[in-house]
């Protein structure tokens, strides 16, 4: 019986086999068409995650949206409207001060998104009220059918006018191209009340700056049809939106600016802080600033104002015997001029400078002619051969009758004043680029006076060259080599007496306090809008409230080293390198204490030389106390 069981079991499994071979046979076409179709599934659904994969992607970039606030306020401004910007999961509206947020009106076209916000759809046309600091799940559906949602908040400014700027084309663009490039347009200021502080056209909008240009936050030069006061700091026709990129406090220019305001009797830089839209979107807190130029209101070189407005002739360019001048005929040398330092350092810095600017090369530097707009051989001949006997005299003015005759060449406080300028702001700058001369007209007197200052934003240890406070950033300059005079050391002490420290202990005492509460709304706007790109940035600390005490300690540091120094006291020596060429920096040692090799090896650096030694050619030893001042000459080793 077993055996029979056997038979029957194996007599089923071999019919099921058969079955089965038979069924497959027959259906084979079928069980291909079902594989097929399953790939086909999979690849769908790979496509599928792909395509949501990409929206999702598209819109985590940042940018702003057509997707508006339309926003106003009790004054008399007309509605404005400001574009969403959004950014990874983020997005926000960026609100002027004067903005009533019990009046927001979310606007967009409803064609090409759908909005819900903490999942209730909110129409275009809706007034929602703008609480700052609120945060809510804003989703966004597109018409191709991606969606997002977004942490949502509204930020909105406080205590500051807001700029709003349209150009031509509604899109900076081509004004971002290339340097040069400028479009035509149309600013609206806006006070923190709410009213119009100016309403007109603009003949250009251009950037600004050489360095600056890198980086994404731009500075700008806008050009009004006609003169402006702009913000109250009277009428002009070009100003500066200076971007404040490189620094974080957003305060080094301004302390600068007004530093130099407190201790000149002559020309200096005003300058206000401001909102700034262009094209409907937010670009960031700006320091709006009077340009360095010849002009009514600005340094005036001319008795006749239609000079400042006159059109370039725009005669051929010549360029010989290390000067560039325009082939005009004018023989009328009594001036005035407006000049400005370009280094002589490396070659690519002739790139800061247009093939039509006119210039000349003396012997302790590049000078570009700012003002008059054209420059003839007879006056660029006469300019250099007096920059020339000044660079000369200050060279050689070590006695009290050489220093009252280079005082008839130049304003000697102007002079005073750009020396404590450069040690208080140790402005890597200083001496090489941004640095102005102006020379007054014959019939004024002629002479040559320092500033005004510009450019600030890299001073005040927010630069690896400067970072050490008592090692100065920058060259020495004409400023720093008459001072080796004790005449003009003896101005510079008074100057620091009777107006750097009533100055410093009075109208900015109260400064870092007082900027710093006015900024802090605008200034979480700013680093919102420009979170993504901090890789442009030089700054050493995290916060805004980081870095303006790390100001305020650098500043007060430096001031403290600046009255050792003209004092002297005694509590600092000053160390100077001399390089063969003949240029320097100092630094300032304790007395009694190490010269490092770090500070060397910073002016080893600087210099390119190999070797460091003394006046009588000894080579100096590191790890000797400093007990006095020094110069330290640079030599380079030949190696055969």
Known sequence: MKGKSNIIIWGLVLAAAVYCGIYWYLNRESMEEFRETTVLVEEDSHSVAEDVEEAESALDQEGFLDIYAEVSSEGDVDVKKIKLFVTGRNAYFFLPSYCDTDSVVLRYDEQQFLLSMDAQVVPSGTAFHADRGDSHTLMIAKEDGTEKSYEFGVMQSENLSSIFITTANHSLDYIHDVKGNYEPGHLVCVDASGNTDCDTALEKVKLHGFTSLSVPKKT?????????????????????????????????????????????????????????????????????????????????????????????????VIEEDDMRYVD????????????????????????????????????SGRYEIRWPK????????????????????????????????????????????????????????????????????????????????????????????????????????????????????????????????????????????????????????????????????????????????????????????????VNETGAYHMVTFMAPDGSSKSCFIKDGELLTSSIVSLMTSAFGCDVWTHENGNVYQLGRPVWGDMTLYGRVEVLE
């Open 374 to 565: 054209e420059i003839s051989k007879q006056q660029i001949v006469y300019l250099r051969r007096c920059m020339q006997q000044i660079e000369t005299q200050v060279a050689q003015c070590d006695t009290e009758e050489a220093y009252r005759e280079l005082s008839e060449l130049i304003d000697v406080d102007s002079f005073a004043v750009m020396y404590l300028m450069d040690m208080i702001t140790n402005d890597v700058d200083a001496n090489a680029y941004s640095t102005f001369y102006y020379k007054l007209p014959l019939a004024q007197g002629g002479k040559l006076y320092a500033g005004p200052v510009w450019d600030y934003d890299r001073g005040f240890g927010n630069e690896e060259r400067n970072v050490q406070v008592n090692v100065n950033g920058y060259r020495n300059g004409l400023c720093e080599t008459l001072y080796q005079n004790t005449f003009f050391r003896k101005r510079v002490q008074e100057l620091y007496h009777e107006v750097f420290l009533p100055l410093s202990e009075n109208s900015l005492r109260t400064f870092f306090e007082d900027t710093s509460a006015m900024l802090a709304a605008s200034v979480r706007m700013d680093a919102a809008r420009w979170q993504n790109n901090l890789d442009r940035l030089n700054y050493s600390y995290d916060s805004f409230e980081d870095e303006i005490a790390y100001l305020r300690y650098y500043y007060q540091e430096r001031a403290l080293i600046a009255g050792e120094q």
């Open 220 to 316: 700008y030069q806008v050009d009004f049809s006609q003169a402006q006061d702009l913000l109250g700091m009277g009428s002009a026709l070009r100003w500066i939106f200076q971007a404040n990129a490189y620094d974080k406090s957003y305060m080094r220019n301004k302390l600068a600016y007004d530093l130099f305001q407190g201790m000149t009797s002559g020309y200096a830089v005003e300058c206000v802080y401001a909102d700034v839209y262009f094209n409907e979107e937010y670009a960031g807190n700006y320091l709006i600033c009077e340009k360095v130029e010849a002009g009514v209101n600005r340094i005036e070189l001319t008795d006749n104002p239609s000079e400042y407005t006159a059109d370039r002739t725009k005669g051929q």
């Open 328 to 363: 005009v005929q004018d023989e009328d040398i009594s001036g005035g001029y407006l000049i400005e330092t370009q280094s002589l350092l490396v070659s690519s810095d002739l790139l800061r400078m247009s093939e039509e600017d006119c210039l000349f090369v003396s012997d």
